[in-house]
């Protein structure tokens, strides 16, 4: 039985996640193990984290739209597309186990690790954004892959669509930023259905979570725009090694927790 702490730590973890995942990517590497720490198998803790991610791209949508960001249609386009894919993606992940689910992740995170270190590179001028034409298409198909590995896992789809919406359809972070969380939001919630169609999701812990996230994100999204493409960019870069290290180490990291931090009681 969970005591009044842990919903205190879940709305932190939300706030933390919600920031993380609005100006970068990767915050369910955080949110999903905390779920599974209270108790919820990864197949319930993957469609619970779907709830807040759902509250929480709806809370960012609103906070750049206050600040006059806005990438209509194209970001209705590429979430249609996006929402196709997850329902393939979401009805794959009812019965996914940890250890398939980690070598994936891994995977993903180290692709995208490559693409920042060898990524090319773009001058101010050049960043003439490509939205129409076979530029849209392109993205579009793109998209419906991204929305199968978004109802799929999610966790760490936020730097892939950044950096392709930078470096292909060449908008600037903070517009790249818009976008993603508007298509999130529309293809997360077929996902949540697929999900809860198939009762796996805590909905209880799903809302406490999402008072969280909710609230990381309409900081997130008011204060990265304020900040501009520098500060989205060295957050990016920080974002994705920290994640990259946190999956290679990631079995290291929990006996250490156990340790020297939590009392043996949660560890066995």
Same mark, same amino acid.
């Given at each position: 039985?969970?005591?009044?702490?842990?919903?205190?730590?879940?709305?932190? %973890?939300?706030?933390? *996640?919600? $920031?993380?995942?609005?100006?970068? /990517? =990767?915050?369910?590497?955080?949110? @999903?193990?905390? !779920?599974?720490?209270?108790?919820?198998?990864?197949?319930?803790?993957?469609?619970?984290?779907?709830?807040?991610?759902?509250?929480?791209?709806?809370?960012?949508?609103?906070?750049?739209?206050?600040?006059?960001?806005?990438?209509?249609?194209?970001?209705?386009?590429?979430?249609?597309?996006?929402?196709?894919?997850?329902?393939?993606?979401?009805?794959?992940?009812?019965?996914?186990?940890?250890?398939?689910?980690?070598?994936?992740?891994?995977?993903?995170?180290?692709?995208?690790?490559?693409?920042?270190?060898?990524?090319?590179?773009?001058?101010?001028?050049?960043?003439?954004?490509?939205?129409?034409?076979?530029?849209?298409? %392109?993205?579009?198909? *793109?998209? $419906?892959?991204?929305?199968?590995? /978004? =109802?799929?896992?999610?966790?760490? @789809?936020?730097? !892939?669509?950044?950096?392709?919406?930078?470096?292909?359809?060449?908008?600037?972070?903070?517009?790249?930023?818009?976008?993603?969380?508007?298509?999130?939001?529309?293809?997360?919630?077929?996902?949540?259905?697929?999900?809860?169609?198939?009762?796996?999701?805590?909905?209880?812990?799903?809302?406490?979570?999402?008072?969280?996230?909710?609230?990381?994100?309409?900081?997130?999204?008011?204060?990265?725009?304020?900040?501009?493409?520098?500060?989205?960019?060295?957050?990016?870069?920080?974002?994705?090694?920290?994640?990259?290290?946190?999956?290679?180490?990631?079995?290291?990291?929990?006996?250490?927790?156990?340790?020297?931090?939590?009392?043996?009681?949660?560890?066995?």
């Amino acid at each position: 039985m969970l005591e009044w702490y842990h919903y205190l730590l879940l709305v932190a %973890v939300g706030f933390a *996640v919600g $920031f993380i995942n609005t100006v970068a /990517g =990767g915050g369910s590497l955080l949110s @999903l193990p905390t !779920l599974i720490f209270l108790g919820l198998p990864p197949a319930v803790a993957n469609g619970t984290n779907r709830v807040a991610i759902v509250i929480q791209t709806a809370m960012a949508t609103a906070g750049f739209k206050s600040k006059g960001i806005s990438t209509y249609p194209l970001n209705i386009y590429l979430g249609i597309a996006a929402f196709l894919g997850s329902i393939i993606g979401a009805y794959i992940a009812v019965d996914i186990d940890g250890e398939t689910f980690n070598r994936i992740l891994a995977i993903v995170m180290l692709a995208v690790v490559l693409i920042i270190i060898f990524k090319p590179k773009m001058r101010v001028g050049e960043l003439e954004e490509r939205l129409t034409g076979k530029y849209l298409w %392109v993205s579009l198909i *793109v998209f $419906f892959f991204f929305g199968i590995y /978004g =109802g799929f896992i999610n966790a760490g @789809l936020g730097f !892939l669509m950044m950096l392709f919406m930078h470096f292909y359809n060449r908008m600037n972070l903070v517009r790249v930023n818009a976008t993603k969380v508007a298509v999130v939001f529309i293809y997360m919630l077929a996902a949540l259905a697929v999900f809860a169609f198939n009762d796996k999701i805590d909905w209880k812990l799903g809302f406490i979570l999402a008072i969280g996230n909710g609230s990381g994100a309409w900081f997130a999204s008011r204060f990265s725009v304020k900040k501009g493409d520098g500060f989205i960019k060295t957050f990016l870069v920080v974002a994705v090694i920290v994640m990259a290290v946190k999956l290679w180490f990631g079995d290291q990291l929990m006996d250490w927790i156990c340790n020297y931090i939590l009392s043996d009681d949660y560890c066995s």
